[in-house]
Nanobody, 116 residues
Framework: QVQFVESGGGLVQAGGSLRLSCASS????????IDWYRQAPGKQREWVAR???????EYADSVKGRFAGSRDDNKKTAYLQMNNLKPEDTAVYYC??????????WGPGTRVTVSP
């Protein structure tokens, strides 16, 4: 079973930056489209970013222009560079990819807290 381990979260002031990492155990990582999600307290999990390749990424409108996704297939790791963070970015961040249209088991996530 594929496993994901997210890291890099923390407490940061508004306007600050963090770089999240997502390490995967999956042997087909390089073939997969990687998605980042987040879940804020009391809210449903929402999609944040999609990384097809270094040249092909998509973002939710709420983070467009501030977040940048990347990947290192040799390390089976995806990244999410988050700049100009806002208090509304406070959430637990997760990564995942689909196999046959189904997301894999969710990792523990990494908590991001942005203070005003």
């Amino acid at each position: 079973q594929v496993q994901f381990v997210e890291s890099g979260g923390g407490l940061v002031q508004a306007g600050g930056s963090l770089r999240l990492s997502c390490a995967s155990s999956g042997s087909t990582f390089s073939m997969r489209i990687i998605d980042w999600y987040r879940q804020a307290p009391g809210k449903q999990r929402e999609w944040v970013a999609r990384i097809r390749s270094l040249a092909s990424t998509e973002y939710a409108d709420s983070v467009k222009g501030r977040f940048a996704g990347s990947r290192d297939d040799n390390k089976k790791t995806a990244y999410l560079q988050m700049n100009n963070l806002k208090p509304e970015d406070t959430a637990v961040y997760y990564c995942n990819y689909n196999i046959s249209g189904m997301p894999q088991a969710w990792g523990p996530g990494t908590r991001v807290t942005v203070s005003p």
